[in-house]
């Protein structure tokens, strides 16, 4: 992928072609490790990887397009409370800027509402991710409540297997070969099937950096299309503490935009370890709003 600042001249509007098929989710906005228990894997935008102990959270009702499709689950369904600092970025959000230039960017927190509202709206999403423990995954998201993860080791191998269907989590430890078990049934998991909430909480407290260009926003040329680049720093928050993740300041969230949808490309998440190395998660959006399907595994 080349990147580079491009011309100070008028910009055709583009489209994503559907940037290809979350979390980490991963987006970048909370990290995760190891197996589900009783609880079910939390899928964050940050780093969709191996369970952790935490469940991420996110309530957005899904859009009224009918593009992707996804059995019901019998039964009422509540969503987890939108914190209120989310809710206020979506109210606040501008629309995408569409044919933007260096001369009218919009500020780094007009990006941020932007990306926050975009993924409100989001009825479907895949998307990559590297772990900082070398692990590579793969997640579909279908909304409101519905996620399915597979992860791989540092050597391309399967390691493990994860999808959440509302209130039920269901786990395939593809190392040892022992196939699909249903974990149960838990309200943890509507939780935890928020997937993005972790990378709004994020964008939603944190603050946007000057760049090197001088600017909080640049335009740059993201392998012929051009893309809206902003970093933002981010530390604890009650919000991400209410979500079970614990974060020192300091951590920053670099995301390429696509202007005419305020939909992320690419993130690359920093975090604090307490240590001279940080925590690196990195997360390509492959595609949003394609028809795709979550279902049980087994019965």
Known sequence: ?????????????????ALAGVAALGLAACSAAGPPKPVPPPLEVKDVGSPGPAPSVEARAPAASAAPTARATAGPSALPTVPPVVSEAVAAAPPPPGAVTDDDLPS???????????????????????????????????????????????????????????????????????????????EGYKQQAQIFRPLEIALATGQA?????????????????????????????????????????????????????????????????????????????LSFDEPTTVDAPIP
């Open 108 to 186: 780094g927190e007009q990006v941020a509402q932007g990306v926050i509202a975009a993924l409100a709206k989001a009825k479907t999403a895949h998307f990559s991710a590297t772990l900082p423990n070398g692990h590579t995954t793969d997640l579909r998201f279908v909304a409101p409540d519905r996620a399915a993860l597979v992860e791989k080791d540092e050597n391309g191998q399967p390691y493990a297997e994860y999808v959440i269907l509302s209130d039920t989590g269901y786990t395939n430890d593809t190392r040892s070969g022992t196939g699909w078990v249903k974990v149960g049934v838990s």
């Open 209 to 285: 950096r000057t760049l090197p260009s001088g600017e909080e926003v640049e335009l740059i040329d993201n392998d012929g299309k051009p893309a809206l680049h902003a970093v933002f720093e981010y530390g604890s928050s009650q919000e991400l503490q209410d979500l079970g993740l614990v974060r020192s300041n300091g951590n920053l969230l670099d995301v390429l935009v696509d202007p005419t949808t305020w939909l992320p490309i690419r993130s690359r998440e920093e975090t604090e370890t307490g240590g001279p190395q940080k925590a690196v998660t990195e997360v390509r959006f």
């Open 1 to 17: 992928m080349t990147s580079r600042r491009l011309p100070r001249s008028p910009i055709a509007t583009y489209a994503l072609s």
